[in-house]
């Protein structure tokens, strides 16, 4: 059973601090993102705010008291980035239908947008058809007509790019429309100058701003629509919600017929009813009915696993067979489902590293290309048409239009969202391919962690091991008189008083065989150490004790040689030994062990063969960790290592490879102080809270074989994190150097504006369609893992 409890609110020093989020629209490229993130990092009492792109929200982590959310929204407002607050858990159950209303938005403005940029390029091709000899309609081809349909683009269609980008320049924020407003308006003004003087000698090309913005909206659209797929595995994971509860009386929960309520409108304590075939609506206890449940949402088992009264359901998960009534203990955002999602939304606003020098060169983008399109128009209209006069006479034009079209191309042809969508893109897509896989990654900077990982440090109880003891071996050293049942029989029928591990382990098996609890009197539980008491073994009363061998001794048992001998060979093995003695004689041991995990020595074998380095450490007795190390081929190891000196062991391997990652694994409280120090470390789901928030990945379905997944998905998820950079700043750097003419003077090769843009359009889709090959590559290596 997954076990994940985020509280929201945390105490810092002498401050409390809070998450907020923010619903911010009107970005268009990383310098957007850039400029919204140093709005809310300069307001006090800000923390820190990281702003995703793709999903177009801002995760901030603020001091309570001092920031009202609803300041920064409208701060945010006023700048020209329309910004809400994220629902409240009162609110959650509408955040679907919201979502859906969105995206419904949309597409209709898609719709719009490709309608728009049809019509603008077709009237634009349709008016240069007589180049080719066809004889269209005059009006067509009249330059009044060209300067209506460019007056007109620029106007309704056009007009929220130039306001978005003019109000940009203004607050000294230029993004993307930007540099596309400043190329249409003076391809438009330079335009209607050479109509108005035609004596000027300079062409009129209203055909550019208008197969501009065609190309402009036409990109918008299909980069939108690669976005929404991106998106697409996200919204998965919020369908998986159930929407409705059947709330049940707790007086007579059968014949109540039950109200039909949101599901995040139940209060922790009510009961519901679920029906075979429904989805839990929360995380429950059955207190009424049995049931088989499929858990293949959170575990991944396709077996339905049999549930009875007194046994966790978790929310999202599947009632199979039978009407059962549950007790709510967890509801809202608080439910394991829920708090799946939102950790892998949390994880798509946190950046990796690689993402700083995007960010970077973002923020000062848009100022370096209008620097480079000033100067590539002084330099033709004052050098190059110079030097290379023949150049006019080859184009039929004058040396102030090639100039002003070579200027334009720089502006246009230059993306800034292929720099800002190049991480955003493939984290959200790896993070949701992730929590689809039982893999919650939480965030980018984690994935980046993984490409210098060298050491891999598990600890023993409960990641190698099952994390419980089972019977491996009952021995009786009075056949005639006592069976090994008879053993186990006195056993648990003296560990009722106790509640250790190796207690409970008894209970279980003794339960398990439907063995009988026998008359006792007078128990004594000794903590650590083990219990006595009389027991009735047909009419007869003895004095019995069961534990370790210093308590035995306590009480002048006698433990001969034979006893001695085989309690040496079952710890040579790694088992712990129970003794049980009748008055002063030993009649029987238990032998207990921690069981490996069915996967531990497949998942240990694949690591090194991937050339990691494997260490275990326990707080086990040295000769229980040997024995664990030795059956899973692991060379180093440490036994009876306390919770601080795990801490330690880590700081001493990094200082080993100061170059290298040293990733922690475990589960419990005594691994937190190792798995902070580690520089990321790894969570099993059912480990205490400490260790799952300290976490950077948590493995939800329970399976060890799954950190081979994550790491494999992690370096996946990177290597097209910069495959994308390596685009983005390689299609910038070719790009604008060609847009500015380079290749004009020995190659003959000039690019007009709307050729520009269509450009830049293509670049920013290339690099969103490139981050959605992760999921097909992703489902091959799953199909390579099982073959």
Known sequence: MVSLNFTSISKTENTYVDNITLDISGMKCAGCVKSVE????????????????????????????????????????????????????????????????????????????????????????????????????????????????????????????????????????????????????????????????????????????????????????????????????????????????????????????????????????????????????????????????????????????????????????????????????????????????????????????????????????????IAIALFTFNFWYFWGTEIWSQILIQLDTTKTILSIKLAINVLVIACPCALGLATPTAILVGTTIGAENGLLIKGGDILEQVKNLKTIVFDKTGTLTQGYPEITDIISFDENNFTKNQILEIAGSLEIVANHPLAQSILKKAQQLELNTLITKELTNCVGKGVKGIVTILKSEDWFYLGNQSWLLEHETIINDKVTNKVENLQKEGKTVVYLAKNQQIIGLIALMDALRKEAKETVDKLQKMGLQIIMISGDQSEIAKNVALQLGIDTYYGEVTPTKKSDLIKQIQEKNPDKIVAMIGDGINDAPAMTTAQFSIAMPKGAQVAIKTAGII?????????????????????????????????????IPIAGGCLLVNYHILLNPAIAGALMALSSIFVVSNSLLLKSQFQQYQKQKFT
């Open 38 to 369: 140093k709005q809310l990092t300069q307001h006090e009492g800000i923390i820190s705010a990281n702003v995703n792109l793709i999903t177009a929200v801002a995760s901030i982590e603020y001091e309570l008291g001092i920031v009202k959310p609803e300041t920064l929204a409208e701060k945010l407002t006023n700048l020209g980035f329309p910004t809400q607050v994220r629902l409240t858990d009162e609110r959650l159950q509408n955040q679907q239908l919201i979502i859906q209303q969105k995206r419904l938005s949309q597409e209709k403005t898609q719709q719009y947008q490709l309608i728009t940029a049809a019509f603008l390029l077709i009237f634009s091709t349709v008016g240069h058809l007589h180049h080719l000899g066809l004889h269209p309609w005059h009006w067509l081809t009249n330059i009044w007509f060209h300067w209506g349909l460019a007056t007109a683009s620029l106007l309704i269609p056009g007009k929220e790019i130039l306001l978005n980008g003019w109000q940009g320049l203004w607050q000294r924020k230029p993004n993307m429309n930007s540099l596309v407003g400043m190329g249409v308006t003076a391809a438009y003004l330079t335009s209607c100058v050479a109509l108005i003087f035609p004596e000027l000698g300079w062409e009129c090309f209203f055909d550019e701003p208008v197969m501009l913005l065609g190309f402009i909206f036409l990109g918008k659209v299909l980069e939108s629509r690669v976005r929404n797929r991106a998106l697409d595995s996200l919204e998965s994971l919020l369908n998986l919600r159930p929407q409705f509860a059947r709330l049940v009386s707790k007086n007579n929960p059968f014949q109540d017929q039950g109200l039909q309520i949101p599901a995040m409108q139940i209060k922790l304590q009510e009961w519901v009813r679920v029906l075979a075939g429904e989805q839990f609506p929360v995380d429950g206890v059955i207190v009424e009915g049995e049931t088989t449940v499929d858990e293949s949402l959170l575990t991944g088992e396709s077996l339905p696993i049999f549930k009875t009264q007194g046994e966790k359901v978790c929310a999202g998960t599947i009632n199979h067979s039978g009407m059962v009534i549950i007790e709510a203990v967890n509801a809202g955002r608080n439910t394991i489902l829920n708090q799946i999602i939102a950790t892998v939304e949390e994880a798509q606003t946190r950046k990796a590293p690689v993402q700083k020098l995007a960010d970077t060169v973002s923020g000062y983008f848009t100022y370096t290309i």
């Open 699 to 735: 493995l939800t379905r329970d399976k060890l074989t799954d950190v081979i997944t994550a790491i494999n998905l992690s370096q996946m998820t990177l290597r097209k994190i910069k495959q994308n950079l390596f685009w983005a700043f390689s299609y910038n750097f070719i790009a």
